[in-house]
């Protein structure tokens, strides 16, 4: 090929890169506009070029993100299936999005932007997971392989809440309720000593009753795992102590009403009455009654 056939391939290449980024572009621009579906469109064709600078990878997997997180915002208390696996699917995709924005963003000028995404994704993520246990256990007409699916789809959607930050232990909480019902105790039993160990770092200022089961649980694994009787019965202790600080901080929190601070407290009483349960149970099986 002599110069003048390379000269022309290499200006045809930098036209069809300069076209793609302008694609880039039109992306964000319709994103901004409020046509996220087409934002999409143009972002999943524009970011098909692998000749695009560092720039505009960045800010097209940053675009195609957002576009994707509106769409699970909009649908993530969808009950249809199809609706509901579509949002799934895009919060996992648009997590990797922005981890590959943030790794094209080399001027740092959407690191800002890239973290608060990552931070409100984060959130859908885990209210998709809670989702699928929810519909899992509630839900008395699933099958066993519809129940196996959903809990796998739990652990694919914390998955980038684990990775992204480590801190929130819901992901851990989640992952581990998942694994438990797929029968893999040995790996619950350590994501549910992370949600505990990680608890005081992300716990909710409203409070979280709730986290009474991650005790309850992980002192029925140290038991039925290791046979750890005092292991076990700490958990539950603990458990007991962390439920007594979260629903002090629901009953103090904001202006709640009357009625809604005695269903709290219900609550309160039945979460202690599942700890105390599982204590007597332990007990019995290790011969050491209270």
Request: charged residues 30%; contains cysteine; aromatic residues 8%.
């Amino acid at each position: 090929m002599n110069k003048k056939s390379l000269f022309l391939v290499a200006i045809l290449c930098l036209a069809s890169a300069f076209a793609f980024a302008q694609s880039v572009d039109s992306g964000a621009k319709a994103y901004e506009n409020g046509d996220y579906k087409g934002a999409l469109s143009t972002l999943d064709k524009a970011l098909e070029n692998p000749k695009l600078k560092d720039k505009a990878l960045a800010k097209g997997h940053y675009y195609r993100a957002m576009a994707k997180s509106v769409y699970v915002r909009k649908n993530k208390e969808d009950l249809s299936e199809a609706v509901i696996k579509t949002a799934e699917d895009h919060a996992v995709t648009a997590s990797a999005d922005l981890a590959k924005a943030r790794m094209h963003d080399k001027d740092e000028k959407l690191t800002a932007e890239i973290k608060e995404a990552q931070k409100q994704l984060n959130e859908y993520l885990l209210d998709l997971a809670g989702h699928c246990g929810l519909a899992a256990k509630k839900d008395g007409s699933k099958t066993e392989a519809e129940k196996k699916d959903l809990y796998e789809r739990m652990i694919v959607l914390c998955a980038p809440v684990l990775k992204h930050d480590k801190f929130n232990y819901r992901s851990y909480e989640f992952t581990a309720d998942a694994q438990l019902a797929l029968g893999d105790s040995a790996k619950a039993l350590e994501n549910y000593k992370k949600a505990d160990s990680w608890f005081f770092r992300s716990a909710p200022k409203n409070g979280d009753q709730a986290i009474a089961f991650t005790y309850i649980h992980i002192a029925q694994l140290e038991w039925k795992l290791n046979g750890n009787f005092d292991g076990a019965i700490e958990a539950l202790e603990e458990g007991r102590k962390v439920l007594g600080g979260e629903s002090k901080k629901i009953q103090s929190f904001g202006s709640g009403t009357a009625a809604s601070k005695g269903f709290y407290s219900e609550q309160h009483k039945l979460y202690m009455t599942d700890i105390q349960q599982a204590e007597v149970e332990i007990r019995a099986e290790a011969g050491k009654p209270k």
